[in-house]
């Protein structure tokens, strides 16, 4: 095998040790000069002054340098490549950074009267509607907080549809074999039994779907949760016929649109037989947040189901102006204080607004075709077992490797993703949907230096295993710190102050 030239990010072992910011305090220094006393100077009583809370003291600029040394430490979507599968962890526009941190947007009170909030509204009808449209579907809830919480609700809505028409006995809800875990824990939490239905090579087993539906009786099923693209980050192909077995059965069909960055613009999930469905817009419009952070889980559904949606629901009077809905008898209720969350669908809206038609259906089209581009030029050293170009087999904007010849060689995966870091790359999703697997979505905004760098990068470490292994093992090499006992560091983690 070649040697290939990867270039390594400077080593950041070179680098002092960075003091705990108590450590670094300077007697009698202060970042701000107070103006002079122009009133009467009252002591504090005694009793009042305690002992002191011993803050550090500091210049502006050695606060400043001390955050920053620490935040350069990071691995961030803004410095690294960052492809972890299933979180769309592309590039934030700043323009929607700014849109929402707008004084008129972040200082707004959630209780405040309708008419002093009509720009605010006016944002979130538009958003609303714009995702109907996106959906294909008849109306849209922006309430829930996150993508569990989209399944959640949305399962909620099912649940009341059927318990209106006299159908309370459809409690059990499928899900593929490859699902996230929210999908589980929202019908558990929801009351609903999950019976699981086999995938093959990342579709729907046709037959299985139909086996388990006649052992738990059309009568008892409520809805097919279906992740599409599925997680294995390939296209359901038979997605409609799916959806007819599913209604056949008298139940809805469930869409998991965490992978909507796969079809925005171009596959509207109305279209191929879905009933209700969420959107991640933290992934799919902005607002990355892998591992963490504000995000948002509105729901789209059918007009059956739109009666049922959370109150309160943004509306447009027929004058034009706009307000919230609270009135709507057969409403599950509020599932979420106040609105939404607000700041994220400012950015979803930004988003949505700045890209159009057009570029909503660039985004999907780039999206996989870089998924494409990476898998391809890798294949011959990463194992792909769902990916066959010369059999009309593609990925969608993920795709699923497991390096089974890498790994016989002496490596584990941990091993593989640290020395990723030694390169500057963030790993990808690990062990997920299949064991000894890497999920990596490199999303639409990266350019092709970014995703060549990558491919020289596994390739590298490829030629590191078979001619220098304990480079790998003992990965990563360059990081501030060596590798860390993960789990002792979530079950046991010791806290300083930095
Ligand atoms: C396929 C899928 N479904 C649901 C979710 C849950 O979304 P959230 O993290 O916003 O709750 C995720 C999150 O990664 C996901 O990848």
């Not at 739109?306 to 109150?311: G, R, S, W």
């Given at each position: 095998m070649n040697t290939i030239e990867v270039v390594q990010i400077a080593s950041r072992r070179d680098r002092p040790t960075e003091p705990l910011i108590f450590e670094k305090h300077v007697d009698r220094t202060t970042g701000v000069d107070f103006p002079p006393l122009d009133v009467p100077e009252i002591g504090v009583p005694e009793e009042l002054l305690g002992s002191g809370i011993d803050l550090p003291s500091f210049g502006q600029h050695d606060v400043m340098a001390h955050y920053t040394h620490l935040s350069d430490r990071n691995f961030s979507v803004d410095g690294n490549f960052y492809p972890l599968g299933s979180c769309t962890m592309k590039h934030n526009p700043r323009i929607n950074e700014w849109g929402a941190s707008l004084p008129g947007f972040a200082c707004l009170h959630p209780l405040q009267d309708e008419d002093t909030i009509q720009g605010a509204l006016r944002l979130l009808y538009e958003t609303r509607t714009m995702l109907e449209e996106i959906a294909g579907l008849h109306e849209v809830s922006l309430q829930p907080a996150a993508g569990a919480h989209g399944e959640f609700t949305a399962l909620k809505v099912i649940k009341a549809y059927y318990a209106d028409h006299g159908q309370s006995g459809r409690t059990v809800v499928l899900a593929a074999d490859t699902a996230h875990g929210t999908n589980l824990a929202s019908c558990t939490m929801c009351g609903a039994t999950v019976e699981t239905v086999r995938t093959e090579h990342g579709q729907t087993d046709l037959e299985h779907l139909k086996e388990v539906i006649s052992n738990v009786g059309a009568d008892n099923l409520a809805a097919f949760m279906i992740t599409n693209p599925s997680t294995a980050g390939l296209f359901d192909v038979n997605i409609k016929e799916i959806a007819d077995i599913v209604h056949e059965s008298g139940a809805m069909l469930y869409l998991d649109g965490a992978n909507m960055n796969a079809m925005v613009g171009r596959i509207r999930p109305g279209d191929f037989g879905t009933d209700a469905m969420h959107f991640n817009t933290h992934k799919t419009f902005s607002t990355p947040h892998g591992g963490g952070g504000p995000g948002s889980g509105p729901i789209a559904v059918t007009e059956v189901l739109?009666?049922?949606?959370?109150?309160p629901q943004v509306m447009m009077a027929n004058n034009g102006s706009f307000y919230l809905d609270r009135d709507r008898e057969k409403s599950i209720g509020k599932v979420r204080s106040f609105i939404c969350q607000f700041g994220v669908l400012v950015r979803c809206w930004a988003y949505i607004s700045a890209c159009g038609p057009n570029g909503l259906r660039n985004v999907s089209e780039t999206a996989v075709l870089n998924a494409n581009y990476l898998a391809a030029r890798l294949a011959d050293l990463y194992s792909m077992p769902y990916f066959d170009p010369q059999n009309g087999k593609f990925c969608a904007h993920e795709f699923v490797t497991v390096p089974r010849e890498l790994l016989d060689k002496g490596v584990t995966l941990i091993d593989i993703a640290k020395r990723m870091i030694d390169y500057g790359v963030h790993p990808p999703t690990m062990h997920w949907p299949v064991h000894d697997c890497f999920m990596v979505e490199p999303t639409e905004t990266e350019s092709k230096a970014a995703l060549d760098h990558f491919v020289d990068v596994m390739r590298k470490i490829a030629s590191e295993i078979s001619l220098d292994i304990e480079k790998v093992q003992n990965a990563p090499l360059e990081s501030d710190i060596a590798r860390a006992d993960e789990v002792a560091a979530a079950r046991k983690p010791i806290l300083t102050f930095t």
């Open positions: 739109a009666p049922y949606l959370p109150v």
